[in-house]
């Protein structure tokens, strides 16, 4: 199948380098011109998530749209489906595109890569913007351990993702209209990101997406980040109705952060680059306008 357009937005493919998988062939879809902005998606979706903040924010920053590894119409290589991995790729694709700094915006799995590349390489990051994802440092409490009921499609998907995506053709679109309320997510729109999960290189990556997803949780008790500190200027926005990102889940960031705020977004859910793109497209235009221009310095990594 072709990729879903955007508006003003082109479709084209990049190779990067590797550090896993040798080159790697990366869709994305590119728009606007002016300062670089990187937008990662998350699961179980694809590029097309950002179609609603595109046209907002084309006029003044030149928009970069890829498609995580084994998602979308990028190459699905078979392995390193997890947010490390999706991190390094991200560093490839700045270096293929020879971009020393970007804003980016991040949803979802997207939005914990994101993290995750501003921790690693501050340098690289002008600014972050991170959409309903949890932070990188949780803490152990009452209220996080009690929302872990929140993870039993994760446990699901784990177990028998590769059918659940492949033959069960309403479980996907099920999840994305549960996710998101009234028409941010329609029938039509669900079924974009469905399909093209049914191709069996992407249902596999899914299910080893949600099996690295679940080793990770043992880290809940000592994260393996909480010795770095995020040095970049952040914001991070949570829908207040958010089925799978708690409250607690995303508290307790500000030992570990140097300029980072929370904005819990009343009457949303999960995807917020749907349901609230102007929201998104707001907090960008400042996040990323205040900072272009400026020499900010580098941080390090500890």
Do not use: K
């Not at 990187?38 to 595109?54: A, E, I, K, M, N």
């Not at 351990?145 to 659940?164: D, H």
Request: aromatic share 8%.
């Amino acid at each position: 199948s072709t990729p879903p357009d955007i508006p003003g937005a082109e479709h084209r493919f990049i190779e990067i380098d590797t550090l896993d998988a040798g080159p790697l062939r990366v869709h994305y879809a590119e728009a606007g011109r002016g300062p670089p902005l990187l937008l990662l998606h998350g699961w179980p979706q694809h590029f097309w998530c950002w179609r609603r903040v595109v046209p907002q924010l084309a006029g003044e920053f030149r928009l970069i749209c890829p498609d995580l590894r084994g998602f979308g119409w990028s190459d699905a290589p078979g392995r390193g489906y997890d947010n490390e991995t999706f991190a390094a790729d991200a560093v490839a694709l700045l270096d293929a595109f020879e971009l020393e700094r970007v804003g980016v915006i991040g949803h979802d799995w997207g939005g914990f890569t994101s993290f995750l590349l501003a921790l690693h390489h501050p340098q690289r990051v002008r600014a972050l913007l991170a959409l309903s994802t949890p932070i990188p440092w949780p803490r152990l409490s009452p209220r996080l351990l009690a929302s872990t009921w929140r993870t039993w499609y994760a446990w699901v998907l784990a177990a028998i993702g590769r059918e659940a995506v492949r033959r069960r053709p309403g479980a996907v679109r099920m999840m994305l209209r549960r996710g998101a309320p009234g028409e941010a997510i329609d029938d039509r729109a669900a079924e974009v990101y469905a399909e093209r999960l049914r191709e069996p290189a992407r249902a596999d990556a899914t299910q080893l997406l949600y099996r690295g997803y679940l080793r990770s949780l043992a880290s809940l008790r000592e994260s393996p980040y909480r010795d770095l500190r995020l040095t970049v200027p952040t914001r991070l926005l949570v829908g207040r109705r958010d089925q799978a990102v708690p409250e607690a889940a995303v508290t307790g960031f500000e030992p570990h952060a140097d300029d980072m705020r929370l904005e819990i977004v009343e009457g949303c859910r999960h995807f917020v680059p749907e349901e609230r793109p102007d929201l998104v497209a707001q907090h960008a235009a400042g996040l990323f306008g205040s900072v272009v221009g400026t020499d900010l310095p580098p941080g390090n990594l500890r």
